[in-house]
């Protein structure tokens, strides 16, 4: 998480594999000869060949700190014209990697593959993100959420056990978010397996099964 600017909270449930799906299968990328392949940030077709589809460019400022702007060719939407042609339900690639976790939910509501890696996002905390917003602009407590919704949105065998360590999750949640987070602990701790959190957060403590005070 965080070493790539090309990284985002879709991409690493692997949400953005199964919405890049739903945009190839749209009339309008048929027509126009866009596939899959060509909504991704990672590959040459789709994105701006500009800024290598991360929306920004760095300026070598020499004996200063380097100054990261908006790409000027693609105004910080990542992709080329004829990519960004391709609309579903009203909506091109940079408008729905605008949306946050919780509006897509609502614009997906009939695509369950899509669904189930959102809900993930969702569960942990995480439904503010926006689709397309960089892991490197993540707080530590949100990169430990996201890696738990790739966990969570991943099928795993029923008998797979696991041992969860967090440093601080609940940094910078609403109360109502900490219960969902818990509710989300709880969830993994009758899979079958443990949970053990460093946390200062009460709420938290207060439903935990074992507390070790140091």
Request: proline residues 1%; aromatic residues 8%.
């Amino acid at each position: 998480i965080g070493r790539s600017t090309r990284s985002n909270p879709a991409t690493y449930v692997k949400a953005w594999d199964e919405i890049r799906k739903i945009l190839s299968e749209t009339t309008a990328a048929r027509l126009n000869g866009v596939t899959a392949g060509m909504f991704s940030f990672n590959t040459n077709g789709g994105r701006c060949d500009e800024c290598q589809g991360a929306g920004t460019v760095t300026i070598d400022m020499q004996f200063l700190a380097d100054v990261e702007v908006t790409c000027e060719k693609c105004g910080g939407k990542r992709f080329n014209e004829q990519v960004l042609k391709v609309t579903y339900r009203g909506k091109n690639v940079d408008a729905i990697l605008k949306l946050t976790v919780d509006e897509a939910m609502k614009f997906f509501i009939d695509k369950r593959a899509v669904l189930r890696r959102l809900d993930a996002l969702r569960s942990v905390g995480l439904g503010y993100l926006r689709l397309g917003q960089s892991t490197e602009s993540l707080s530590g407590g949100e990169a430990q959420r996201l890696r738990l919704a790739f966990v969570l949105s991943e099928n795993s065998k029923p008998d797979t056990r696991r041992l969860f360590l967090f440093d601080e999750p609940t940094t910078g949640l609403h109360h109502t978010d900490v219960q969902q987070l818990i509710a989300t602990f709880r969830d993994l701790i009758e899979r079958g397996n443990s949970v053990v959190v460093i946390e200062h957060n009460l709420q938290l403590i207060e439903a935990s099964d074992w507390v070790i005070d140091l």
